[in-house]
């Protein structure tokens, strides 16, 4: 019995190895011979926890990419779980998000491993704790610890998130974002970071155009402000537009709401003739109705006669 021990010893338990056999609810190394195998399983699995893992095998695993100027998506799907996916927005910060099929039901922790090939003499390591939240996204991993997960793959290592089922928090689940054929998609990833934008859709919220007085003429300068709002409209149909005209208080209503119409239409015109679609621009014509400003001044009346141009996003 004593021998059998120390080689059980020797042949230490496995959780994280690629090359795997399962007994009932116990995971051991594939170099164990099977007699050893057998004799473990016999002796523990009755008091060990249900383990669920899920990963991609290597022939399904793959990464693809989706690239736009001002947003950059690297996926990989896992197998009966959801996706893994890095993702980059234009001005924002890298970072990685864990999408399931099953929303989590309540939050709790997580354990996030690098795992080696079981060729390698260091197998694991532990990258950091995490916490889950509730819904389709249980895990978000920004800064550097997502670029920590980026070099990691690269070197051939898998992230490996371990967490309580969120059933009863009884069996132990393993979810694991591999690097089988990273590399083939990972350059372009890069590059589509290198090209994005060096700003985010938040500078073009919330945009005020000016006109002079009695006037629906864009000048130079408010169509400059207007084309980086064109770059991102363009690419994200997602994001809607609407423009709300204003005209300061002097003259008479009827007058005054006719003329922040044409004022709308020529921001509506200048949209359109860049390539933004009509159907995610939408208009609203106010008049003096709604001030920004003071009509007793000549500033005041200035700022009055604006469109707004805001944006949302779908």
């Known amino acids: ?40 399983c016999l002796i523990f699995t009755t008091s060990l926890p249900a383990v669920q893992r899920f990963h991609s095998t290597v022939e399904d ?12 998506e690297l996926i990989h799907n896992i197998n ?11 001005g924002g910060e890298l970072a990685f998000q864990l999408h399931a099929l099953e929303s989590a039901r309540r939050e709790s922790v997580a354990s996030l491993y690098s795992i080696a ?15 889950i939240s509730k819904g389709r996204i249980p895990i978000y991993v920004g800064g550097d610890l997502a670029y920590r997960m980026l070099y990691e793959l ?4 898998d992230p490996t998130f371990h967490y309580k089922d969120w059933a009863g928090f009884v069996d132990d689940v ?9 590399h083939q998609q990972v350059d372009k990833f890069k590059q589509c970071i290198s090209n994005a934008l060096p700003y985010g859709s938040d500078k073009v919220q919330d945009t005020v155009v ?17 084309r980086e709002l064109v770059l991102f409209a363009k690419i994200d149909k997602g994001l809607k537009i609407q423009l709300k005209g204003h005209a300061d208080g002097r003259g008479r209503r009827i007058y005054n709401k006719k003329l922040s119409q044409r004022r709308t239409r020529a921001v509506e015109k200048y949209l359109l003739s860049k390539g933004v679609p009509r159907e995610q621009i939408s208009q609203k014509a106010l008049g003096e ?26």
């Open 80 to 90: 009966h779980y959801g996706n893994g996916r890095f993702v980059f927005s234009s």
């Open 154 to 157: 690269q070197e051939g290592r």
């Open 210 to 226: 000016y006109f002079d007085t009695n006037k629906s003429t864009l000048s130079r300068e408010q169509r400059e402000k207007l």
């Open 1 to 40: 019995m004593g021998g059998m021990l120390l080689i059980f010893y020797h042949y230490q338990l496995k959780f994280f190895a690629f090359k795997t056999l399962s007994c009932n609810k116990l995971t051991l190394d594939a170099s164990m011979p099977r007699f050893i195998a057998l004799f473990i």
């Open 174 to 182: 393993f979810v694991t974002v591999s690097s089988v054929n990273f």
């Open 61 to 72: 695993a793959t990464w693809h990419v989706h690239s736009s100027p001002i947003y950059c």
């Open 289 to 314: 109705s709604r001030p920004a400003d003071s009509n007793r001044n000549s500033r005041g009346r200035r700022n009055n006669r604006r469109v707004d141009v805001l944006i949302k996003h779908e």
């Open 117 to 131: 090939p079981f060729w390698r003499y260091k197998k694991e390591k532990e990258l950091a704790q995490l916490t």
